[in-house]
């Protein structure tokens, strides 16, 4: 697979995602800036100033950190995103009772393996755009250790961190696809 067919996996877990928690204790106000945010995506200072007041309404709502995220990423704003899986991280292990350091989270912690649990997939495919990240900002390491951690927790690979590990072990290759 190549990396744009990994990007393009990675958007549709996240429009998954996103459609699973939008309306969950979202606050109705937080729901229309996110909208305003959508409706002027072209405008990067309006559409961030959108995101950054629902962000301070609902600071820990994963529809604020996916909106946050999406827009860092396809902004090319990849620094910045970073800091938004890490907070999704850390949002995904306070509501799954893990570990706050990913590194420490074992397959026994939450129900990884049930693809239809929300919270632990969350966690993953969290854990999975930070591996990514990671990858693309050039620490190969951190992204290896996060890649090795997925497949660790969901061993049958249903969140598909085999895509990432090829693509981490493909790098500097001329890509043949």
Partial sequence: MTRDAAVQTGAAEQDFLASIVLGEGLPEEVERLLHAAALSYDQDDVAHKYLMEARALAPTHPATLIGLYRFYFYKGRLRECLGVAESCLTRAAIDNSLPLDWQQVTAQDAAFGDYDAIAPRFFMFSLKGYAYLSMRLGDFEESAAAIDK????????????????????????????
Avoid: F, M, Q, S
């Fill in 150 to 177: 997925l497949l660790e927790l969901d061993p049958a690979d249903k969140i598909g961190a085999k895509v990432l590990l090829g693509v981490l072990e493909r790098r500097g290759l001329e890509d043949v696809d």
